[in-house]
T-cell receptor, first 116, second 113 residues
Framework: EDQVTQSPEALRLQEGESSSLNCSYT??????LFWYRQDPGKGPEFLFT???AGEEKEKERLKATLTKKESFLHITAPKPEDSATYLC?????????????????FGKGTHLIIQP | GAVVSQHPSWVICKSGTSVKIECRSL??????MFWYRQFPKQSLMLMAT?????????EQGVEKDKFLINHASLTLSTLTVTSAHPEDSSFYIC?????????FGPGTRLTVT
């Protein structure tokens, strides 16, 4: 069974204070690791997909990295508008004999608050 | 691009009634869509995979007769919660697959009284 653990559960930073969010995973045959941002009462907003260890992707103040056991979401000089819950999810090996895509296994998220 | 909508955004219904939630991919076609449920301060939990033109695949523990899924076109999947009970109250979110990535709708808040 695929598992995703995110830490910390909550993080409060001052504006401009850089930090990293962790996502540890166990999966049988990683097909992709995904990062999403979720604002209260809304659906997740896609940020990044990582496919193999060593891969890195950047978008504005965010940078995602991947190893064989975990992924990090680095946030550099955050602003108050970066406050949200950041979700990590994995997609493992296709389980259904009929083929097609599996859904994602999500972690519980890290609730990030950036104070001005 | 890759916009997914849901309707309604929130709904209140009485116990024992049925509720239908629509999920649409607005600017792309999606052979595969997914339905998730999220309880307060919990993670998203996959309920089922919806494939256009075929039967949905349900996750273990999800009652297929209670949560009816129809994916009749490449841009529309519907989830019907039948004989709803208060414990079905939750935030229901759909996603549509584009390439290898899932794009999520804004969610539907269901409250069963």
């Amino acid at each position: 069974e695929d598992q995703v653990t995110q830490s910390p559960e909550a993080l409060r930073l001052q504006e401009g204070e850089s930090s990293s969010l962790n996502c540890s995973y166990t999966v049988s045959g990683l097909r992709g690791l995904f990062w999403y941002r979720q604002d209260p009462g809304k659906g997740p907003e896609f940020l990044f997909t990582l496919y193999s260890a060593g891969e890195e992707k950047e978008k504005e103040r965010l940078k995602a990295t991947l190893t064989k056991k975990e992924s990090f979401l680095h946030i550099t000089a955050p602003k108050p508008e970066d406050s949200a819950t950041y979700l990590c999810a994995v997609q493992g090996r296709i389980m259904y004999s009929g083929g097609g895509a599996d859904g994602l296994t999500f972690g519980k998220g890290t609730h990030l608050i950036i104070q001005p | 691009g890759a916009v997914v909508s849901q309707h309604p955004s929130w709904v209140i219904c009485k116990s024992g009634t049925s509720v239908k939630i629509e999920c649409r991919s607005l600017d792309f076609q999606a052979t595969t869509m997914f339905w998730y449920r999220q309880f307060p301060k919990q993670s998203l939990m996959l309920m089922a995979t919806s494939n256009e033109g075929s039967k949905a695949t349900y996750e273990q523990g999800v009652e297929k007769d209670k949560f009816l899924i129809n994916h009749a076109s490449l841009t529309l999947s519907t989830l019907t919660v039948t004989s709803a009970h208060p414990e079905d109250s939750s935030f229901y979110i759909c996603s549509a697959l584009l390439g290898y990535e899932q794009y999520f709708g804004p969610g539907t808040r269901l409250t069963v009284t």
